[in-house]
């Protein structure tokens, strides 16, 4: 049985077909100019003044909090420059998308159109991609409906006009408009989808809107029957207790926050699950972008003991309610509808067994600093060492072709 080899920094990776679930990208910032003037100025877009173009992106001084002692972070400086305008030239393209999609991997030369991201794909062997649109969060600063009705319009017609010639190797996210209201959102899913984009994209929660709310079965639904899979990617949304310490005291604070997000992933999991939506729409097929894999397994395992418990203890009266009245186990609608992003996670791959194969999809996260291009083909030879071939195309490869339909 063919197997990947136990990769060293010697070893020539083999040379496989890799689709990644996670990559990133976002419109010129020149888009923006669709949009009337009270809402263009509160998403990222160019200035013209007297001495030049300025990009400016007005959601940073919304995000983060200016006053901040810069020397606690040494990101702060750029995000208030950024939030003021910083002078660009307004036809370099890999400057504008390096900026917009956010900290590049230096050697790659992002781009907005399909060619140029082809020219990086091929350095690391990747065939296909999903495009999440890394500055959605940016756009959340509109909060008017029609505002958000305008730009998810402008967004996805820009995408679906720019990649229809190459939707069997990429596919474009759709932006919703979530400030809207959910039958906003459902209107824009059909029309988007319509236009061959895939998949409907939101953060991993929206606060006060939680998943497991009967008003969102329309949208549910309406991914279901069109075969549109549900893409949450991590995001600031979630409740951020490193955000009550101190910068300068939170050693590796950024770390501590990403360990946090994976984690509290399992949480919203279990809100589709418990809640009945996976159960009541069986099409509907959720994939958690960015987010990890490793925890999966744990999730699947405390999720089930504590629907049925070995033991013989009535679990229902602890906690004072009926757990569930699934079917199922908790961890059959897992394996059947949700789907896991991972760049790196060995864990994740040595309980492949335990969760599934179909759960697991790879993704490279390109181009962020993070990002494994374009050295995607030995990450993968490495934490793969030891696993029969076919499982491992079925995770980097087939998992992804079959859930964005790509024909690669």
Request: proline share 7%; net charge negative; glycine share 6%.
């Amino acid at each position: 049985m063919s197997t990947a080899s136990d990769a060293t920094s010697t070893t020539v990776a083999k040379k496989r077909r890799l689709i990644t679930a996670d990559s990133h990208i976002t419109v010129p910032p020149q888009v923006a100019d669709g949009l009337p003037e009270k809402y263009r100025k509160q998403v990222p877009h160019l200035e013209r003044r007297a001495d030049g173009t300025y990009f400016v992106r007005p959601e940073f001084s919304l995000m983060y909090s200016l006053d901040t002692d810069e020397k606690t972070n040494a990101f702060i400086e750029q995000y208030k420059q950024m939030a003021a305008g910083v002078k660009v030239d307004p036809d370099d393209e890999t400057s504008l998308a390096r900026t917009l999609f956010g900290e590049s991997h230096q050697p790659s030369v992002p781009s907005f159109y399909p060619k140029g991201r082809l020219a990086d794909m091929e350095k690391d062997g990747v065939v296909a991609e999903v495009l999440l649109d890394g500055a959605s969060y940016a756009f959340s600063a509109i909060t008017e409906p029609d505002g958000a009705v305008a730009l998810s319009r402008l967004m996805n017609d820009w995408y679906a006009d720019t990649y229809k010639d190459y939707f069997g190797q990429f596919a474009p996210g759709i932006t919703l408009p979530i400030a809207a209201g959910i039958p906003a959102c459902v209107e824009e899913l059909v029309r988007a989808a319509g236009r061959g984009l895939r998949p409907a994209v939101l953060p991993e929660i929206i606060p006060g809107k939680p998943w497991y709310l009967r008003e969102w079965d329309p949208f549910w639904e309406a991914c279901a029957s069109l075969k549109v899979p549900l893409a949450l990617h991590c995001s600031l949304n979630q409740p951020a207790p490193w955000g009550m310490v101190k910068r300068e005291e939170n050693v590796a604070g950024p770390l501590n926050g990403w360990l946090g997000m994976g984690g509290g992933a399992a949480e919203f999991v279990a809100m589709f699950v418990n809640s009945g939506v996976l159960e009541r729409h069986p099409d509907l097929h959720v994939v958690f972008t960015e987010l990890h894999a490793g925890w999966l397994g744990w999730a699947m395992q405390a999720l089930d003991y504590y629907t049925v418990d070995p033991s013989g203890r009535e679990h229902s009266k602890f906690f004072h309610f009926p757990l569930t009245t699934l079917k199922e186990l908790p961890s059959y609608y897992i394996r059947r509808q949700i789907s896991c992003t991972f760049q790196w996670d060995p864990f994740a791959i040595k309980n492949r067994h335990e969760t599934g194969l179909d759960c697991l999809v790879w993704g490279n996260d390109y181009p962020h600093a993070e990002s494994t291009w374009p050295d995607s083909q030995t990450v993968v030879e490495k934490q793969f060492a030891g696993v029969p071939e076919a499982e491992i195309a079925k995770i980097v490869h087939d998992n992804a072709a079959k859930l964005y339909r790509f024909v690669v």
